[in-house]
């Protein structure tokens, strides 16, 4: 799909606001047209009907299903992936992150760390 196709005929939100009504009666005489709004050849907004907002919808939710079942294919499956050796390493890093985020200066939240009621360290 391409998005970057230029509508043949768009209209001005000046002239949107002022046809609204007619805009709305056009759209449910003709569901699947769409009416675009827009100044100096720059698409703003997309006015549709309610039924053709459903449908699209529907349209993007069977589209990030399917992405998910195909993520999900192409996951590695039990045991396929991360050797315990590497796994054990990112634990290790994560833990070594973790014990340099809490020992570090100015670190607030400690109990016991950083200046006393009376400024002194």
Known sequence: MDINVTPPEMI???RAAGTLRSLVKQL???PSSAIVIGEEDLPQA?????????????A???VDAAMVVDR??????????LSN?????????AEDDATTVHSAPGRAGGVGRGPD???RA
């Open 117 to 119: 009621a009376d400024g």
């Open 28 to 30: 449910t005489q003709d």
């Open 60 to 62: 993007a939710g069977t």
């Open 12 to 14: 001005s939100p000046s």
């Open 85 to 93: 050796a590497a796994l054990e390493q990112l634990v290790a890093d």
């Open 72 to 81: 999900l294919a192409s996951a590695p499956q039990a045991g396929e992936g």
């Open 46 to 58: 997309v006015l549709l009907s309610f039924s053709a907002f459903q449908a699209l919808l529907a």
